[in-house]
């Protein structure tokens, strides 16, 4: 069965830069959520879109930004990068709107040096 | 605002030994669900099993199981014969009920749990 997609896997982006992550939900998903783990840490909810319309928003910084696209998929951008943005960034969709069948992707481990 | 603890940082249990890892949360919703996840080395968020907070009747999956306590608000996963590939880190998590699109997760601090031979 298709799972979510997230690309690249790995990224490594030097300060103040930008970059950009993708994330392709499994198929028939409308929503979209974008999670944030840290080093040691538990994931931390950033932005949901739902339909290709934002429905919530966490601790996302103000340089960070992320859309839905009429094709599902969903890209978060990173402006002016801090060494304390490397993390692993998680995707996960469901139908719907609903956590009940919230499917992770694997992630996207940024490295920001 | 939810908050979902967990109070354990690691624990160690014996290869085909019961192990239960505890959980609290904290929310004003009435209806809502609580998930435990696995991530283990390779970072993937698996999801181990799902309780829904109006059901009364603790969710099971295979060896996993759940002691789901809506007064105290307490929510502990146990696993049974435990095996290697049990080790991983587990969070518990908090999703109210939603059909609005605002179903974002809550999440422990995590527990490392590690399975001797």
């Known amino acids: 069965a298709a799972g979510v997609i997230q690309s690249p896997r790995h990224l490594i982006k030097e300060k103040r830069e930008t970059a950009t992550l993708k994330c392709y939900p499994i198929?028939?998903?409308?929503?979209v959520y974008w999670y944030q783990q840290g080093p040691g840490q538990d994931p931390q909810f950033l932005i949901s879109f739902y339909e290709k319309m934002q429905s919530d928003k966490g601790s996302i910084p103000d340089r960070f930004s992320a859309q839905q696209f009429s094709d599902y998929h969903s890209e978060l951008n990173m402006s002016s990068l801090e060494l304390g943005d490397s993390a692993l960034y998680f995707c996960a969709s469901s139908l719907q709107g609903g956590a009940t069948e919230a499917f992770f992707g694997q992630g996207t481990r940024l490295t920001v040096v | 605002a939810q908050t979902v603890t967990q109070s354990q940082p690691e624990m160690s249990v014996q290869e085909a030994e019961t192990v239960t890892l505890s959980c609290t949360y904290d929310?004003?919703?009435?209806?809502?669900?609580l998930f435990w996840y696995k991530q283990p080395p390779s970072r993937q968020m698996i999801l181990v099993i799902r309780q829904e907070a109006y059901k009364q009747q603790n969710a099971t999956e295979n060896r996993f199981s759940v002691n789901f306590q809506k007064a105290a608000k307490s929510f502990s996963l146990k696993i049974s014969d435990s095996q290697l590939g049990d080790t991983a880190m587990y969070f518990c998590?908090?999703?109210?009920?939603?059909?609005?699109?605002?179903?974002?997760?809550?999440f422990g601090k995590g527990i490392t749990l590690s399975v001797r031979p």
């Open positions: 929310t004003s919703e009435n209806n809502y669900y």
């Open positions: 998590a908090f999703s109210p009920f939603s059909t609005g699109a605002n179903s974002k997760l809550t």
């Open positions: 198929p028939r998903h409308d929503t």
